[in-house]
């Protein structure tokens, strides 16, 4: 994977989500609601998106994948996302209620 779009393309996100449906990813896992995905959260996120794509969850995949959202994503390189950082993972489609 050399590109953030073989990423999304992987996961079936280039097409883009509606805002309600970023509205309920976000709140799914920001699970403890401080406005941040963080590495722990990130993880949860990414193993649900791995078992989607039938793909076999190791901590070696993990670990990948986790490298590769941070480096393409992870814009001003804090260690987690915020919710301008996975609007570029989750493109959504309606983007008037999502700012
Ligand atoms: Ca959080
Ligand atoms: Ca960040």
Known sequence: ?????DFLSKFHLEA???????QKIWKNYDTDENGYIEQGELENLIKDL????????TPASMQA???HIMTF?????DGRL??????KMF?????SSSA
Not at 16 to 22: L, N
Not at 73 to 77: Q, V
Not at 82 to 87: A, F, H, P, R, T
């Open 16 to 22: 883009g989500i509606s805002s309600k449906d970023f």
């Open 73 to 77: 994503f992870d814009s001003n390189t």
């Open 91 to 95: 493109p959504v489609k309606d983007p």
């Open 50 to 57: 791995m078992m989607q794509a039938d793909e076999e969850v």
């Open 1 to 5: 994977m050399a590109e953030s779009k």
């Open 82 to 87: 915020d919710v301008k950082e996975m609007l």
């Open 65 to 67: 994948y986790k490298k």
